[in-house]
C-alpha cells in the first residue's frame, strides 16, 4: 500500500457562512484526540461539486459523502464512519452532476496531440465500423434515429444535410468543418478542437463517406492559434495512420482535409459567406436555396456543420442512435455543450442533457451567482440571442423553448447577469458587436442596425423620448424581416428581448434618466455623503478633472458641471461616502 | 412546370423562375433595388420580400424559386411596413440631394420612394461623405449616393470580368471602391461603363462633359462639328419618349445643327471606311499571308484597353485600324478642311457616342492627334445630348429631319450595324468577299453573326475558302475565345478562328454604356432591330459601295491601306499587363 | 508508422490503453495556458527531472471548470485521482513535493477527486 493514509475527509462548506478553515481545525483536532492523525487525512477542498448544502463532508475510499453537516455530527462521522466504516444514515447524501459529457467526454482526459491515446479511448472505432458493415445510408439512419441537430445555432437536422448532398450527383462534394467560432463570450468549439482534435476529424470523415464527398475544409478564424496548430498535427498523425488519405484504413473510402484561415469577420460564420471565404471572395452571405448541400463550394454539394456537431457524430455511430436518442428531452436529444461565464462562481464549459433547466445549469452546475447577488437575467445564444429573465429560469432548454422566449439556442454561448448589469447597456453591447460585424451587403441590416444602435445610445445617455421605444421596434422588425442572413433576422433580437421583459427599465431611463443598474455613465451623478466623510481630501486629490473642491474644515463637494463620471472617488473612499445616483 | 398562387391568382410557370419574375407574369410588380435582369439576384435591398400564407419568415422575391403549391403574398400592411421602413432607412443613409443629382428624374431609389409616398423620414439622417472620383475623366464615382446594391461589382467582375470595382469596409462603412481603395484611373478600369448603365442611383455616371460643349458652341471662333454613332439613333428616343428601337437620324441631324453645330456627320459613314481598311487587312492577312492570323477587330475602346491589360500576348492580333469615330475625326480635320478651306484648328470636333470609353480613347495615344490637333475634342454620351437637346429647347418629337453633310455624313447599311454585336464583322464579311471574289455575295445578311449569344462561332465561304470567324460582347465572353486561340497558338494546331470581333458591352454598341438607362436584353434586341431595319431599307448595303467612300479615297487617301491611310487612319497597340503570373 | 488497417486498429488499442504508471495531466488549451497553465507544465517537468521521479507528465484539453485554470491531474497508484486548480508555481512545487512525495493531499486547490467506484 502506497497510500499515505487510510482514509481521505475531503470537506468544504458549500453555503454562504465560509466556514471551512474553522470546521477543518475542529475536526482535525477531534480527529487527533481519537489518535487518527496517522490513518486519516483531512483535507480542505476548493470545490466538492455540490452548492448550497451548508458543510459537505466526502469520504474516501468508499465515496460517502455527507450534506448539512454540522459540528455536532463530527464524533459521530469519525465513531461510525472513520472507525467503524458504517455510514451516518441522517447525512448521507447522493451526489449526482447534472453535467453529462458526451462530446466533452475526452476533452481534458487525452493528450490531444497524441493520436494513441485517443485511440485507446475507443477512437476511430465509429469509423472501423462503419467502414466495415455499413452503406452511406445506414449511417444516415442512425444520424436520423439520434435526432440530431445542428449544435452551432441552426438547429437543421444534420442528417438531413447530410441526405440532400448525398442525393445530388456530383463529381466532388466537400464537407466543411465550421470552426469560425465569434459569439462573445462562447468558446465550445476552440475547447473541442483544442482537446479532443481526432473527435472532430472522425466525424468529418464519417460525414465524407456519408455524403460520397472526398474533400474536406476545417474552416478556423485565424485567432484561434492553439486550435490551429492541434489541427494540423492531428491531421498529419491520421495521415500517417492511414485515417486520412487513400484507403482509410484499407478500405476503398478516400478522404483527405485541409485547414482554411478565416480572417475574423463574424459572419463568415454564416455558411454561405463562409463558403465565400474559402473560395477567396469577400466573405458576403449569398442568398438560399440554393442551399449549400445541393450547391456550395465551388458550386459542389457541400455539406457545413459546426465543430460540436461533427464530433458528436463519431460517439453516436459507436453508441447507437437510439441511446443518443434516449438522452435528452422530448423535443431535443443528447447533449449540449454550453459556455457558461458571466456573474456565476464557475464559469467554464459545461456540458448537458438536452431539457435541463437554466436554473439547473446556473446554481447546481455553476455553483450559483458570484458575490451572492441576485440573478437579473441568462443571455444565451450570443448576439442573435436574447435575455431570459429570473421568473423563466424553469424553462427546459431547447431550441424551441428559447426561441418561444425571444432567444435562441445559438452555439452554446451563456452569460448570466446581476442586478448589476443593465438591459439597455446589455443590449447596446450585443448591437454593438453585429454593427461592426455587420458585413455591410443588405440595407436593413446594414443601415439598421447602425440607426438602433444610435437610439439604444440616445436611451443611455437620457436623451431619448418614448417615441424613440416605438422607433427602435420599428426598425427592429424591418431588420428582422427583410435582412439577408442569421446576423440581420436576429441582431434585433438582445434588444426585443430587453424591450419585452424589461421594458420598465428602459423607461426608467427615459422618463426617469436614471439606470438602476448604475451602468449608464451619463445618466450618474456622483456627489459626497457629508455623514460619512471624514474629509481625508482623497477624493479630491484623486479627481483627474479637478471637480472636487473644498478642505477639511469646510468638507469637500463636487462640481457636477466638472465631473466626468469617471468613478475614481467612489473607488478610492474609503468610507463609502461618495454617493453614485 | 411549377403551379402556385400569388396573391391568390393561379399561376404556372418553368421551374426554377423565381417569384419576383413569376409576379411580373401576372401583372405584378415587386418593388426591388438591386435586383437587375441581367444579372444574378444578390438579395442586397432587402426591399423585394414576400411571404408564403400561413409562414412567417419573409422571402426575398428576386432570389427564391417559386415552388410548387406556394401560396404567395407579395403585398399586404405587414410588408408594405417593412418595405416603408427599409426604404426610410436608405434614404437617411443617402444624401437626397435630388435636384443636384445626375439622376434626377430617372433614379430607380426616387421613383421607389415616389411609389411609396415617402414624405417624411422617421430616422435621423447620417451622411456619408466620401470623396467623390472623378479621376478616370469617363466615369464618375459618387460613393455618397451608393445604396450598395452591388450591380456595379456584379458588372465589373462577372458580366465584364474586369475586377475594377469591389466593396471595401465593412458594417456601416462599407463602399464600393477599386480595389485596394486606389483611384479609378489606377484601377484596372476599361471605362466600358456598364457600371454606370447598371446602376439605380446617381452613385455612378458618366464625367459629364456638356459644359465644355456648350462653352464651344458659343465660341464665334470655333468652327463646331459633329458626328453620331450607329447606335445613338436608335436609343435616344427612350429619353423622348419614343417606342424601343425607334431610329431617329433624322431628328437627331436636325437637333444638332439647331444645337448650333455648323457640320453634322455621321460615324456610320467612317464605319465604311474601317470596313474598308479592316477589310483589306483582312484580307492581306488571310490571303497573303501578311501579318498573323486571327485577325481582332478594335473598334472598341473599351476592349482595346482590357486586351492591352489582360491580353497583351494577343496585341499583334488587333485590327491596326483606327475606330470609325477617330477615323471621322482626323478626316474633318484634314480632308473636310482643305476642300472646305477652313482653319482645321478652329475645328471642334464632337463625337456622341453611345459609350464612355471613348471619352478616353480620344487620349489615348499620340495617334489620336494625327490631323495635328486633337482629332476629337471631346466625346459625349448618348445620355449627355439627350440633356443638351432637352437644355436648349428644342422640341425634338416634333422636328422635321434633316440630312447629313456630305462628304461625311453618307453611309451605308453595312455602316449603320457597327451599333450591334456582330455588325463589323457581318459588315467587313460583305466587303472581304468583294475583296477576294470580285463580286458581291449572294446574300446580303449573314444571319449566323446577329443575335444576343455570347459568344458566335461560324465559318463563311469565301471562293472555297473557309473563314472561321467567332463574335464575343461582354467582356466575360473574351476568355473563351481567346484561351481557344491561345492553346491553339502554344500548341501550333489549327487555328480555331480567323477573325474574331470583340466588343466591350452586351449586345454591342447598342448596349453600350453610355446609353440611356435600362437597358436590357429585350431593350437591347428592339436597339438592333432598329438597326437591322435601316440596313434593310438602305438601297446601298455594301461599304465598298459607298460613292463617297469612294470619293474619299480617290481625291485623298488613295486607296485602303495606302501610305497615307495608315499616317491617318491606322494606330498601334501596345501591351500594358496588369498583373504577374 | 505503418498505416493502420480495420484489422490492426484494435492492437494499436489495447496497446495504447496499456499505459500504466503514475502521471501527471495539465490542461493546456487556451484558458489553462492563459491562467499559467505553460509555467507550470514546464516546473512539474523540471522538479520530475531533477528529482527523478517515475512519473508522466502530459498535456490534455480543456476539462471544463475555466475558473479554475490552471488545473492539474495527478494520479499516483493507491491514491484517489485528484484535479487540483488555481495551480501557480509554489502549488506545482507541493504537488510534487506533498502530493507525489509525500503521499498527501494538498489543502484548498483540489476542485475534483476521482474514484473509481467499481
Not at chain 1, 241 to 270: M, N, P, T
Not at chain 2, 230 to 237: E, L
Not at chain 2, 496 to 511: K, L, Q, R, T
Request: net charge neutral; with cysteine.
Amino acid at each position: 500500500m502506497t497510500m499515505g493514509y487510510k482514509k481521505i475527509v475531503l470537506l468544504k462548506d458549500t453555503g454562504s457562512t465560509g466556514r471551512t478553515k474553522e470546521f477543518y481545525n475542529l475536526f482535525l483536532e477531534q480527529c487527533r484526540l481519537e489518535n487518527l492523525q496517522d490513518d486519516v487525512q483531512i483535507v480542505r477542498v476548493a470545490d466538492i461539486g455540490m452548492y448550497d448544502k451548508g458543510i459537505v463532508v466526502r469520504i474516501i475510499p468508499g465515496d460517502i459523502t455527507y450534506a448539512g453537516v454540522t459540528e455536532a455530527h463530527i464524533q459521530k462521522i469519525i465513531q461510525q464512519t472513520l472507525k467503524n466504516n458504517k455510514p451516518v444514515k441522517e447525512l448521507l447524501f447522493t451526489r449526482a452532476s447534472k453535467q453529462m459529457r458526451v462530446v466533452l467526454k475526452s476533452c481534458g482526459e487525452i493528450d490531444p496531440e497524441n493520436i494513441k491515446d485517443y485511440i485507446a479511448c475507443d477512437g476511430y472505432q465509429a469509423l472501423k465500423t462503419m467502414l466495415a458493415k455499413s452503406s452511406s445510408e445506414d449511417v444516415i439512419n442512425e444520424l436520423k434515429t439520434s435526432g440530431l441537430r445542428g449544435r452551432g445555432g441552426g438547429g437543421f437536422p444534420t442528417w438531413m444535410k447530410w441526405k440532400f448532398a448525398r442525393q445530388i450527383e456530383a463529381d466532388q462534394k466537400y464537407i466543411i468543418c465550421n470552426a469560425d467560432e465569434g459569439d462573445p463570450g462562447a468558446y465550445m468549439d476552440r475547447s473541442v478542437l483544442e482537446g479532443d482534435p481526432h473527435s472532430v476529424v472522425e466525424g468529418m470523415i464519417i460525414a465524407g463517406y456519408a455524403v460520397g464527398a472526398t474533400k474536406g475544409f476545417v474552416y478556423v478564424r485565424a485567432e484561434y492559434e492553439l486550435a490551429i496548430e492541434r489541427v494540423e498535427k492531428t491531421i498529419e498523425q491520421a495521415r500517417e495512420y492511414g485515417l486520412l488519405g487513400e484507403h482509410i484504413l484499407g478500405s476503398d473510402f478516400s478522404f483527405d482535409l485541409e485547414i482554411r484561415l478565416g480572417a475574423g469577420a463574424f459572419v463568415c460564420g454564416e455558411e454561405t459567406a463562409l463558403i465565400a471565404s474559402i473560395e477567396g471572395k469577400r466573405g458576403y452571405p449569398s442568398p438560399r436555396p440554393p442551399y449549400p448541400s445541393v450547391k456550395g463550394l465551388w458550386g459542389k454539394p457541400t455539406v457545413i456543420n459546426n465543430v460540436e456537431t461533427l464530433a458528436t457524430v463519431p460517439v453516436i455511430l459507436r453508441k447507437g442512435g437510439a441511446w443518443f436518442a434516449s438522452i435528452g428531452s422530448e423535443n431535443a436529444k443528447g447533449t449540449k455543450v454550453f459556455a457558461l461565464t458571466g456573474k456565476v462562481k464557475n464559469s467554464g464549459l459545461i456540458e448537458v442533457p438536452m431539457g435541463i433547466t437554466l436554473r439547473e445549469i446556473v446554481f447546481d452546475i455553476g455553483g450559483g451567482m458570484l458575490n451572492g447577488k441576485k440573478i437579473k437575467a441568462v443571455q444565451t445564444g450570443g448576439p442573435s440571442g436574447g435575455v431570459i429573465p429570473e421568473h423563466l429560469l424553469d424553462t427546459p432548454v431547447d431550441y424551441e423553448n428559447l426561441q418561444k422566449l425571444g432567444s435562441i439556442m445559438g452555439s452554446g454561448g451563456m452569460i448570466v447577469m446581476d442586478e448589476d448589469d443593465c438591459m439597455v447597456d446589455i443590449a447596446k453591447f450585443y448591437l454593438k458587436f453585429c454593427v461592426d460585424e455587420s458585413c455591410g451587403k443588405c440595407a436593413p441590416c446594414r443601415i439598421g442596425g447602425f440607426q438602433m444602435l444610435g437610439y439604444l445610445n440616445k436611451i443611455s445617455e437620457g436623451k431619448a423620448g418614448e417615441d424613440d421605444i416605438e422607433l427602435l421596434e420599428r426598425i427592429c422588425n424591418a431588420s428582422k424581416k427583410a435582412s439577408l442572413c442569421g446576423l440581420g433576422q436576429t441582431s434585433p433580437n438582445p434588444v426585443l428581448s430587453t424591450l419585452k421583459y424589461f421594458r420598465e427599465e428602459y423607461l426608467e431611463h427615459i422618463r426617469d434618466r436614471k439606470c438602476r443598474a448604475r451602468k449608464c455613465v451619463d445618466l450618474l451623478t456622483y456627489h459626497i455623503g457629508q455623514e460619512k466623510c471624514k474629509r481625508c481630501s482623497i477624493c479630491m486629490r484623486n479627481c483627474p478633472v479637478n471637480a472636487i473642491s473644498g478642505d477639511k474644515q469646510q468638507g469637500f463637494l463636487i462640481d457636477v458641471n466638472k465631473c466626468v463620471k469617471c468613478g475614481k472617488c467612489f473607488d478610492v473612499c474609503k468610507f463609502d461616502a461618495i454617493i453614485r445616483e | 412546370m411549377i403551379q402556385a398562387k400569388i396573391n391568390g391568382i393561379d399561376i404556372k410557370v418553368k421551374e426554377g423562375t423565381s417569384i419576383l419574375d413569376a409576379a411580373k407574369k401576372v401583372n405584378i410588380n415587386i418593388p426591388t433595388l438591386c435586383k437587375h435582369p441581367d444579372l444574378d439576384a444578390t438579395a442586397a435591398c432587402g426591399i423585394c420580400i414576400v411571404k408564403v400564407k400561413g409562414g412567417n419568415k419573409m422571402l426575398r422575391s428576386c432570389c427564391t424559386p417559386l415552388e410548387k403549391g406556394m401560396d404567395i403574398i407579395t403585398h399586404d400592411d405587414e410588408l408594405q411596413e417593412a418595405r416603408r421602413t427599409v426604404i426610410q432607412l436608405i434614404l437617411s443613409n443617402h444624401p437626397n440631394d435630388c435636384l443636384q443629382c445626375a439622376r434626377n428624374n430617372n433614379c430607380e431609389l426616387q421613383r421607389l420612394a415616389a411609389d411609396f409616398g415617402i414624405r417624411t423620414v422617421a430616422f435621423p439622417h447620417v451622411a456619408k461623405e466620401l470623396p467623390q472620383d472623378s479621376s478616370s475623366k469617363t466615369i464618375n464615382l459618387v460613393p455618397d449616393k451608393c445604396i450598395l446594391c452591388g450591380r456595379c461589382v456584379q458588372v465589373c467582375q462577372q458580366m465584364q470580368d474586369v475586377w475594377a470595382l469591389s466593396f471595401l469596409e465593412r458594417g456601416f462603412q462599407t463602399r464600393i471602391s477599386p480595389a485596394g481603395d486606389i483611384n479609378l484611373s489606377e484601377s484596372p478600369c476599361v471605362r466600358c461603363g456598364q457600371c454606370s448603365a447598371h446602376c439605380p442611383t446617381g452613385a455612378i455616371a458618366e464625367f459629364d462633359q456638356t459644359p465644355e460643349v456648350w462653352k464651344a458652341l458659343y465660341d464665334p471662333n470655333k468652327y463646331c462639328v459633329v458626328q453620331i454613332a450607329p447606335a445613338v439613333r436608335v436609343a435616344i428616343g427612350e429619353a423622348f419618349g419614343y417606342p424601343e428601337g425607334a431610329n431617329l437620324t433624322g431628328k437627331l441631324y436636325a437637333a444638332l445643327r439647331r444645337l448650333g453645330f455648323k457640320a453634322v456627320f455621321d460615324t456610320s459613314f467612317a464605319a465604311d471606311l474601317t470596313v474598308m481598311e479592316e477589310a483589306a487587312e483582312f484580307v492581306q492577312r488571310f490571303a497573303h499571308g501578311k501579318g498573323v492570323l486571327p485577325l481582332i477587330t478594335s473598334c472598341c475602346p473599351a476592349w482595346v484597353d482590357f486586351m492591352e491589360k489582360f491580353y497583351p500576348d494577343m496585341v499583334k492580333h488587333f485590327s491596326s485600324a483606327k475606330s470609325p469615330h477617330e477615323m471621322l475625326g482626323v478626316l474633318s480635320k484634314t480632308y473636310y478642311a482643305q476642300q472646305n478651306a477652313i482653319d482645321p484648328a478652329t475645328i471642334y470636333m464632337v463625337s456622341i457616342m453611345p459609350c464612355t470609353a471613348k471619352k478616353y480613347e480620344i487620349q489615348r495615344s499620340e495617334e489620336m492627334y494625327a490631323s495635328g490637333y486633337p482629332d476629337i475634342n471631346v466625346s459625349l454620351t448618348t445620355r449627355e445630348l439627350a440633356r443638351m437637346i432637352k437644355q436648349s429647347g428644342i422640341d425634338f418629337m416634333h422636328l422635321p429631319e434633316a440630312q447629313p453633310d456630305h462628304v461625311l455624313g453618307e453611309y451605308t447599311g453595312a455602316g449603320v450595324i457597327f451599333g450591334a454585336t456582330g455588325g463589323v464583322m457581318e459588315a467587313a464579311l460583305r466587303t472581304a468577299h468583294y475583296m477576294v471574289t470580285g463580286t458581291d455575295a449572294d446574300k446580303v445578311d449573314f444571319e449566323n453573326v446577329r443575335g444576343l449569344k455570347g459568344v458566335k462561332e461560324t465559318e463563311v465561304n469565301i471562293k472555297g475558302n473557309k473563314i472561321k470567324i467567332a463574335i464575343a460582347h461582354g467582356l466575360e465572353n473574351v476568355e473563351y475565345v481567346l484561351r481557344r486561340v491561345q492553346k491553339a497558338i502554344a500548341e501550333k494546331t489549327e487555328l480555331p478562328y480567323h477573325f474574331i470581333e470583340v466588343m466591350a458591352c452586351p449586345g454591342g454598341c447598342v448596349g453600350g454604356g453610355g446609353q440611356p438607362y435600362g437597358a436590357t436584353d429585350k431593350l437591347r434586341v428592339a436597339r438592333a432591330h432598329g438597326l437591322y431595319k435601316e440596313d434593310d431599307d438602305k438601297e446601298l448595303q455594301y461599304s465598298h459601295h459607298n460613292p463617297y467612300i469612294k470619293k474619299v479615297y480617290k481625291e485623298f487617301l488613295e486607296k485602303p491601306l495606302s501610305e497615307k491611310s495608315h499616317k491617318l487612319l491606322h494606330t498601334h497597340y501596345t501591351g500594358r499587363p496588369l498583373y504577374k503570373k | 508508422m505503418k498505416k493502420l488497417t480495420k484489422e490492426t486498429l484494435d492492437a494499436c488499442r489495447s496497446e495504447s490503453q496499456r499505459k500504466r504508471g503514475n502521471w501527471i495531466k495539465v490542461g493546456m488549451s487556451t484558458c489553462g495556458i492563459a491562467a499559467g497553465a505553460g509555467d507550470v507544465f514546464a516546473i512539474l517537468q523540471n522538479e520530475a527531472q531533477k528529482r527523478n521521479l517515475d512519473i508522466r507528465i502530459e498535456k490534455c484539453g480543456c476539462a471544463g471548470m475555466c475558473y479554475a485554470e490552471p488545473l492539474v491531474e495527478v494520479y499516483v497508484e493507491g491514491m484517489p485521482q485528484v484535479v487540483y486548480g488555481d495551480v501557480d508555481k509554489e502549488t506545482a512545487l507541493a504537488i510534487i513535493d506533498k502530493h507525489i512525495s509525500g503521499k498527501r493531499l494538498l489543502n484548498d486547490h483540489i476542485y475534483n477527486v476521482k474514484v473509481d467506484r467499481s
